[in-house]
């Protein structure tokens, strides 16, 4: 099955899309991106995600030259020209555009953007009825003043995949400089101590997930006590469950990190909650544009 590709309007496959290599967004990572889901084939909460890429765009000073409705429409032509049988994965990047070998955006002509439609993966069902293990990752840390602007610099993605891979775990937590924990390679994490919900907050260095979003307000209505902000990484071995979140992967129970099992190594009853909650959400919330 091709991937999808639209360049400022024009929809192709990945195949025969091209990019200029003197895009900044090429030469230094120099663009921003969002990552959305479908569910039955339409674009999930488009405004959460949207108002995310702004403040990316922002912390980055690049304008976005489009209004939102643009990349909306875009984005669902893209997704019917792709006309997958089953839900997508849909990458958005706006990017700084062709310029001079150097680092300096003002040499760089318009911004464009580019949408990318593939199929969504099917997650194995004994991924969330048995858990899955996470590392914690020692060749990156996450920090710097960009932690929390999605943007094309991602080479910590890279590296923590690359333990992820030699360690044969789902995924791995990254720290911060400073020995925190932060946020999964590409997911937000979750400790549960009693009915306390603890999870690394804005200064770990996370990404303010739309998933996270969601789950924290469920978890609230559920009577737990949602404590964000700075976790040395022996918290994990303190607490009786633990869960990660991302829109491709919703909620998913982590049952072991480093080898070690999370309370008594399967998904607990707080993260059952919480999955049927978000669930529940979910279907409310796909009439949210
Ligand atoms: C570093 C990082 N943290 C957390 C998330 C989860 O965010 P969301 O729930 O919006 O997918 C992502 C998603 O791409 C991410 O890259």
Redesign the pocket.
């Known amino acids: 099955m091709h991937i999808f590709v639209n360049i400022n309007g024009n929809i192709t496959t990945a195949e025969n899309a091209r990019l200029p290599v003197l895009d900044h967004g090429f030469l230094f990572g120099d663009n921003v991106y ?2 959305f ?1 479908t569910y039955d084939r339409k674009v999930f909460l488009f405004s ?2 949207f108002r ?1 890429l702004q403040h990316s765009a922002q912390g980055i000073h690049l304008t976005l030259p489009w209004p939102p409705d643009r990349y909306r429409e875009e984005i669902a032509r893209t997704i019917q020209a792709a006309d997958f049988p089953g839900e997508c994965k849909v990458r958005l990047i706006v990017t700084r555009g062709v310029g001079d070998i150097i680092a300096d955006a003002d040499t760089c002509s318009d911004p464009a953007f580019v949408i990318l439609v593939a199929p969504l993966p099917d997650f194995p069902a004994r991924m969330y009825k048995e858990g899955v293990e996470m590392m914690v990752a020692s060749s990156v840390a ?1 920090g710097g003043m960009v932690a929390d602007f ?1 943007t094309g610099n ?1 080479m910590h ?1 890279v590296l923590a995949t690359r333990e992820v891979k030699a360690r044969g775990v789902h995924d791995a937590i ?1 720290l911060t400089i400073d020995g925190y924990l ?7 994490i979750y400790m549960i101590q009693g009915s306390t919900l603890k999870t690394p907050g804005y200064d770990a260095s ?8 969601v789950v924290l307000d469920k978890a609230r209505a559920l009577g737990m006590e949602v404590v964000q902000g700075l976790f040395r990484p022996e918290e994990i071995h303190r607490s009786n469950e633990m869960f990660l ?4 992967r919703e909620v998913v129970p982590v049952v072991r990190v480093d080898g070690k099992p999370i309370g008594d190594g399967k998904p607990g009853p707080w993260t059952h909650r919480i999955f049927d909650a978000y669930h529940k959400a979910v279907a409310e919330l796909k009439l949210e544009d």
């Open positions: 969002e990552a889901r959460r995600h995310r996450r999605k991602l993605q990254l932060s946020d999964g390679i590409a997911c937000n996370i990404i303010e997930g739309i998933t996270k979003g979140t991302s829109t491709y």
